[in-house]
């Protein structure tokens, strides 16, 4: 359960990343481009901005399909009563997510405008900088929930071991008097912290890959967050976990025995 406990933090919280990023990476930015500008033009211009390193996508909107689309949302063709057709050709740029802020977007504003056929830049100043408020929040919440939930976790496989190893104390103890070396008398407690800490993980890895399957079946959709990368980081981390922590406190709990003089094993 633990282990499971210690499944989920590492699988929020490697959603929660792909999830900042995922909604970074749809804020989009309007590039207008000028009314003498022919639609040949502004394609080759949207190839030249395509390859620039903070765009991961583009959608190149023609004065045609500009007309169409608005004609439809409006339910009339404005060019029946304006005799022409108003609107110019755009791009709709997707950025990378580490450039959808603030500070990014007034150098790549510059860099666009370079471009004497873009006649304006337009994003969403107040949703990126509510988006990006928004999820530094959730994401300075989620590392203290994690840091909490870890130390919670490591404390109680402490617990549960400690509690293993002080029923064995004096046999710990005979084999010390007997003049077994430390390792020697460590190396059965490790090795069976190193089994159960196996066991424990994958049984905590198939109850996780049942919980994914269950939102996977719920909304499919999660695949767009979700990548089969953190599944397996998931699944690696809850086995690193099992027999890291199960170790490290096997190791600590015999140790303060093999420290321990005789008298004090019978009033502990």
């Known amino acids: 359960m633990v282990l499971i406990l210690l499944g989920l933090v590492v699988f929020t919280g490697l959603t929660a990343r792909n999830l900042s990023a995922y909604v970074r990476e749809n804020l989009t930015v309007t590039v207008m481009f000028g009314d003498n500008v022919s639609n040949r033009e502004a394609a080759i211009l949207c190839n030249k901005m395509l390859r620039k390193h903070y765009v991961t996508k583009m959608e190149y909107i023609s004065r045609e399909q500009a007309l169409k689309e608005q004609t439809k ?4 063709d404005p060019s029946e009563f304006l005799g022409m057709n108003p609107f ?3 791009a709709e740029l997707h950025l990378k997510a ?3 802020n603030a500070d990014s977007m007034k150098w790549i504003m510059q860099d666009l405008k370079k471009y004497q056929q873009v006649a304006e830049v337009i994003y969403q100043k107040d949703l990126m900088d509510s988006v990006n408020n928004n999820l530094s929040k959730v994401t300075l919440i989620m590392l203290v929930v994690a840091a909490l939930l870890t130390f919670i976790s490591f404390s109680l496989i402490n617990n549960m071991v400690r509690l293993n190893v002080y029923a064995r104390r004096f046999s710990i103890n005979t084999m010390k008097l007997v003049g077994a070396s430390w390792s ?10 190193v089994a159960e800490g196996l066991a424990a993980a994958f049984l905590a890895d198939a109850v996780l890959a049942g919980i994914g399957y269950a939102l996977y079946d719920f909304e499919p959709d999660i695949v767009e967050v979700v990548t089969w990368q ?17 170790t490290v406190c096997v190791f600590l709990s015999v140790n303060r025995y093999l420290r ?8 502990v």
Do not use: W
């Open 73 to 76: 949302a409006l339910g009339t």
């Open 88 to 90: 110019v050709p755009s």
């Open 98 to 100: 580490d450039c959808a």
């Open 184 to 193: 020697f008398i460590r190396r059965p407690f490790i090795g069976m912290a």
């Open 230 to 246: 953190d599944v397996a980081i998931t699944g690696s981390a809850v086995l690193v976990f099992g027999i890291i922590i199960s």
């Open 260 to 267: 321990m003089p005789t008298k004090r094993l019978y009033r």
